[in-house]
Nanobody, 120 residues
């Protein structure tokens, strides 16, 4: 069984910064792509940023230039550095990963979420 556990959420004023972390634990062969999603109250979950095992990244237009996704493959961790935060960034942030259990079987896993609140 694989667990993704997020940390680093909290309350911050507009213009401030937060760094989210997510660690994968359990038994698996390798982690492929990792990503951060968010879901604001009353809205659908949306992709914020993603990173491949090789380090290629992509971002939602709304966070480009403000957020940076990175990962540490040795530690099975992914990070989201969030700068210049805006009230509209307020949401629950979820870690997501494509995990290879072995060479034949892969699956997608979600964390439990961490809350980010940006006050104006």
């Amino acid at each position: 069984q694989v667990q993704l556990v997020e940390s680093g959420g909290g309350l911050v004023q507009a213009g401030g910064s937060l760094r989210l972390s997510c660690v994968a634990s359990g038994s698996f062969f390798r982690i492929d792509s990792m990503a951060w999603y968010r879901q604001a109250p009353g809205k659908q979950r949306e992709l914020v940023a993603a990173i491949t095992s090789g380090g290629r990244t992509n971002y939602a237009d709304s966070v480009k230039g403000r957020f940076t996704i990175s990962r540490d493959n040795a530690k099975n961790m992914v990070y989201l550095q969030m700068n210049s935060l805006k009230p509209e960034d307020t949401a629950d942030y979820y870690c997501n990963a494509d995990i290879l259990r072995d060479l034949l079987y892969s699956f997608n896993s979600w964390g439990q979420g961490t809350q980010v609140t940006v006050s104006s």
